[in-house]
């Protein structure tokens, strides 16, 4: 048992989102130019920086069972950004033209300067987007988040994780009582008028169109003013798994699944870090991958501007897949 599931409320059995696939093989996604078989990998340049993601902090008060970044209420690999070093790369987003800055942790409402941070994008003229739970961490906060919806309106939005429609999937990801938390949560957000969205998952073999009908029931049942059948307000994520086999994306890929680099995240968005045991907070090439040297893309948004190799089993399954097959 490691220390993630020893965590208090951590859920014990495996969890409902779980891909079932062969191991990964060691060949795949080992170089950066060139796939297992030879083939030239694909990359996506940057084209804009339209959001600049900061990740908070990897702490978290909950331990879920596939949380991508592995948070939980000990794991301090990313430590707390400071406001202060949050400023600099606001100022550096300010001259890149970014219209949003995100915040995704962990918890962001763990971290003591995340209210003065948040503060700071707003006034600075970003939309803000910030991704939580809805639960303690979050509620703490209420006059400040109360003050903030007050002076800036529709430019602060907060998307609520709820894995999904179902009490006994959302905990069996989240762990128990998890699920009436976040659904007070939610809906303290929804009747205090906050712009408002909520991040769910697919099940395996879900269907979309189902889930969101299910989703529209749920929000309807309970009062919450959240679109379910708007992309933007319920976001649903596919499965992900960096130890599971997937296919690599070559250059012949884009033209064989009809998409092009510009569908995919990291040509629009970059996240900045701060590794424990690291001076400085660095940028992340994507949300997903903030530790791999791979996708460190350097100290300032500058450096960070170049293209990204897709060589990391997410960018396959997450991003480019997402359930298709790129096989000719
Ligand atoms: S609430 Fe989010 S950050 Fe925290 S453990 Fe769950 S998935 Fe990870
Ligand atoms: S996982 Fe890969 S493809 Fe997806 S956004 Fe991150 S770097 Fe880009």
């Given at each position: 048992m490691n220390a993630r599931t020893k965590s208090r409320n951590a859920p014990q059995d495996p969890s409902p989102f779980r891909v079932e696939a062969a191991p990964l093989p060691r060949a795949k996604f080992s170089d950066p130019e060139r796939t297992a078989a030879g083939e030239p990998r694909a990359t996506v340049p940057?084209?804009?920086?339209?959001t600049l993601w900061i990740?908070?902090?990897?702490?978290?008060n909950l331990a879920c069972a596939t949380c991508y970044i592995e948070s939980s209420p000990t794991n301090d690999a990313l430590i707390y950004i400071s406001a202060a070093d949050v400023a600099e790369f606001l100022r550096q987003a300010g001259r890149a033209g970014t219209r949003e800055i995100g915040f995704t942790g962990?918890?962001?409402?763990?971290?003591?300067d995340f209210v003065p941070m948040l503060g700071d994008a707003l006034e600075g003229g970003f939309d803000a987007l910030v991704l939580t739970n809805a639960m303690r961490p979050m509620r703490r906060h209420e006059e400040a988040l109360l003050a903030l919806r007050e002076r800036h309106g529709d430019r602060l939005t907060l998307r609520v994780s709820l894995d999904h429609h179902t009490r006994q999937v959302h905990e069996g990801e989240r762990g128990s009582n998890t699920w009436q938390v976040a659904m007070d949560g939610l809906h303290w957000l929804s009747e205090a008028g906050f712009s408002l969205a909520v991040a769910g998952r697919l099940l395996p073999g879900e269907g979309e169109p189902e889930a969101r009908r299910a989703y529209a029931d749920l929000f309807a049942k309970e009062g919450i003013a959240v679109d379910a059948l708007d992309p933007a307000r319920l976001v649903l994520f596919p499965e992900m798994d960096e130890t599971k086999d997937i296919a690599e994306i070559t250059t012949a890929c884009w033209d064989i699944l009809g998409k092009s680099p510009a569908d995919i995240m990291c040509t629009t968005s970059r996240m900045v870090v701060h590794r424990k045991g690291e001076e400085a907070p660095r940028v992340a090439?994507?949300?997903?991958?903030?530790?791999d040297p791979g996708f460190d893309m350097g100290g300032d948004l500058g450096e960070a501007s170049r293209s990204v190799s897709l060589n990391h089993p997410h960018c396959a399954r997450?991003?480019?897949l997402g359930g298709a097959s790129c096989s000719a």
């Open positions: 940057l084209t804009r920086l339209e990740n908070t902090g990897t702490l978290c962990g918890e962001p409402f763990m971290n003591p090439a994507c949300t997903l991958i903030p530790h997450f991003c480019v």
